[in-house]
């Protein structure tokens, strides 16, 4: 069983800056591929950014892009979402997802939710 943790986020003036983190344990890392999804009270969880397993793909949902960076680091099982310009639209519960099967190649839907491991999530809160 693979346990995910997400650490980061809080509360953030709009236009400024955030950094979440995701580190997993009880698996081997560097066969998954992971995910960064978002959900407001109300609204479906949607995906925001992925990663392949080798760092080699990252996709992102169109609202994000421009402003938030998806990256790994298999030598230290962490992976980051950089989040910049953030938007009071950005406010939400992050959580980071992982999967060892097929995920973030050539094409990406923020609604694909076919991952294997989730964590509990991140609150991010951007003020106007």
């Known amino acids: 069983q693979v346990e995910v943790v997400e650490s980061g986020g809080g509360l953030v003036q709009a236009g400024g800056s955030a950094r979440l983190s995701c580190t997993t344990s009880g698996g081997h890392f560097e066969d998954l591929n992971m995910g960064w999804f978002r959900q407001t009270p109300g609204k479906e969880r949607e995906g925001v950014a992925c990663?392949?397993?080798?760092?080699?793909?990252?996709h992102y949902v169109d609202s994000v892009k421009g402003r938030f960076t998806v990256a790994r680091d298999n030598a230290k099982k962490i992976v980051t979402l950089q989040m910049d310009n953030l938007k009071p639209e950005d406010t939400a519960r992050y959580f980071c997802?992982?999967?060892?099967?097929?995920?973030?190649?050539?094409?990406?839907?923020?609604?694909?939710?076919?991952?294997?491991?989730w964590g509990k999530g991140t609150e991010v809160t951007v003020s106007s």
């Open positions: 997802a992982a999967t060892p099967y097929d995920y973030c190649r050539r094409s990406y839907s923020p609604h694909d939710q076919s991952m294997e491991y």
């Open positions: 990663i392949r397993w080798n760092g080699d793909t990252t």
